[in-house]
């Protein structure tokens, strides 16, 4: 199984996800597309994303092995989906095959309920809400196991491990 941390940008993604990898002592993955594009420059078209999703596919599984029965990744293909349509007004056919695929993701979906953050990367700020509303629609249209994650700071952290214990018991 692969506990995919996952919401709208500056929902605590990152810090979820090594604070939880580091609790369960699990393999965990960060978000590839700011590595890219931290690398890469800000600037990205409908190739460039797709050649993202690519690469984060890749460096999730160097990061996670698959002989691991559990991990933890920052985002998967929804995010990408999400993005595609959001700024391009479509996703591509191999991101959409790509979702389907990712069969084994379990969801801990963080709730907007922290002040956003801006940063060079960050697009949405007046969007908050919407975009968490899209990628909870897209958890379920696929029907597959999610938690939600709420709080701040220390209290977030507790409802996200306690979230997990139930996703792995599922």
Not at 3 to 19: C, F, N, P, Y
Not at 84 to 94: D, I, L, M, T
Not at 121 to 127: H, K, V
């Amino acid at each position: 199984m692969r506990i995919v941390i996952t919401g709208a940008e500056s929902s605590g993604k990152s810090s979820l996800t090594q604070h939880l990898g580091e609790i369960f002592s699990l393999p965990y993955a960060l978000e590839y597309a700011r590595y890219y594009l931290e690398e890469n420059g800000s600037e990205y078209d409908l190739e460039c994303l797709k050649k993202m999703a690519h690469l984060h596919l890749s460096y999730q599984q160097g990061k996670v092995p698959v002989a691991a029965p559990w991990g933890i990744f920052d985002t998967d293909l929804i995010n990408y989906k999400i993005w595609a349509e959001e700024v391009f007004g479509h996703s591509p056919a191999e991101i959409n095959t790509g979702i389907e695929q990712e069969s084994s993701h379990v969801y801990l979906l963080c709730k907007p309920d922290l002040p956003w953050e801006p940063d060079q990367l960050r697009e949405n700020p007046f969007d908050y809400q919407r975009l968490y509303q899209r990628h909870r629609d897209e958890i379920i249209r696929l029907k597959r196991p999610y938690e939600e994650v709420e709080g701040s700071g220390r209290n977030r952290m507790v409802n996200a491990e306690t979230a997990l214990r139930r996703l792995m018991k599922r």
